[in-house]
């Protein structure tokens, strides 16, 4: 018995001993566990997205209705002082993005926005200089990024839309007043840091190229998150500018809308540097975008361009298409044009009565 006992007490006192030790080990899991938390917490708080930002930092009063933070107007001569007031009176536009606004309010906020978006970025600003800052920092997307910008600053050096511009310190972001445009064929302007000359011309892509960030094959693929193919899908692509010591690269627009649903703005559109090996000149044959025109003959409506595509169904002589997109150019029966994307208008033999079909078909038999 007295055995027993004793066998008790020693278990109690190993049960004693261990059990804050246990409870010790507990509080300090639960101290690593709130800790790497806390971290967690300020790694996503110092990456601000449209909805944490929403969250934390209410849209300012002056900006809170559509008409209010889409409102654009005002012009910036060049022979205009950069201040505070002038910097007022003027919305900005980021770069190539249609329908973009950057105001800056009487009562030291600012509000970034997208027509279709509404608004994106907003938060207060103030002026030292020709330097602006952002307090939370302006978010943008740059090379389908997101980038945040604590400092804009105003120059008169000639960029895409002028010589009046806000650029970030690597000349990657650029605003410009809302009413400017885009230099003429031949001027020269600074992208990238680079001095380009404006070069326009419609193109086709002849090969499966990359758009990269930079002229330099090293910068970021733009495509590379995305499953775009340029050398196909493509509704239209054109250059713009071309470094003025340099003939390998051009800045390059591609539009890739659909064209039977471009109720939102079309796109997406990319903007970015494409080596020249990768596209050729398109020189318009008889057929042009969206450009209404007749069947000359009974034409086949094919799932893709080319004689591989599967025909959808038979287009009679006579109908009315409408041309969506132009696509891979072909000799077929001695005639060189393009296949072209066309959809129905007006042809009730073609869409049976109900919605208009759509697909590719030969432009050498439109006029």
Not at 273 to 300: A, R
Request: aromatic fraction near 14%.
């Amino acid at each position: 018995m007295k055995k027993i006992i004793f066998l008790m007490v020693i278990i109690y006192c190993i049960l004693l001993t261990s059990c804050p030790k246990k409870n010790e080990n507990q509080q300090v899991e639960q101290t690593v566990t709130d800790k790497v938390v806390e971290n967690k917490e300020v790694v996503e708080k110092s990456f601000i997205t449209e909805h944490e930002q929403e969250e934390s930092i209410p849209l300012p009063d002056e900006f809170t209705s559509k008409e209010k933070w889409s409102y654009h107007s005002g012009t910036f001569p060049a022979e205009q002082e950069f201040n505070i007031e002038t910097l007022r009176g003027c919305t900005w536009s980021y770069g190539n993005v249609m329908g973009s606004f950057l105001n800056f309010s009487d009562s030291g906020n600012y509000c970034y926005a997208g027509y279709w978006s509404g608004p994106i970025s907003w938060g207060k600003y103030t002026v030292e200089g020709t330097k602006i800052n952002f307090t939370p920092p302006l978010m943008v997307w740059r090379y389908e990024q997101k980038y945040f910008i604590t400092t804009l600053e105003f120059t008169k050096i000639n960029h895409m839309y002028g010589p009046i511009s806000l650029i970030d310190n690597e000349d990657s972001v650029v605003f410009h007043p809302y009413e400017s445009e885009e230099l003429k064929e031949n001027e020269t302007f600074f992208l990238n840091g680079i001095e380009c000359k404006k070069v326009h011309k419609e193109i086709t892509i002849k090969n499966q190229g990359t758009l990269y960030a930079k002229p330099d094959t090293s910068s970021y693929n733009l495509f590379e998150k995305r499953n775009y193919i340029l050398d196909s899908d493509i509704y239209r692509a054109y250059t713009i500018c071309k470094p003025i010591n340099e003939s390998e690269w051009y800045y390059c627009g591609i539009d890739f809308t659909d064209p039977m649903d471009a109720s939102d703005g079309g796109g997406p559109y990319y903007y970015g540097w494409l080596s020249s090996s990768s596209f050729e000149e398109w020189i318009p044959c008889n057929v042009h975008l969206l450009q209404d025109v007749t069947t000359t003959d009974n034409l086949n409506l094919r799932t893709k361009p080319g004689k591989e595509g599967s025909i959808i169904k038979l287009i009679p002589k006579g109908s009315k298409v409408r041309i969506g997109q132009i696509g891979p150019r072909e000799t077929i029966d001695g005639i060189q044009s393009d296949w072209v994307y066309v959809f129905t208008v007006n042809n009730s033999e073609l869409s049976d009565g109900n919605d208009s079909f759509s697909g590719w078909c030969f432009g050498g038999y439109l006029e």
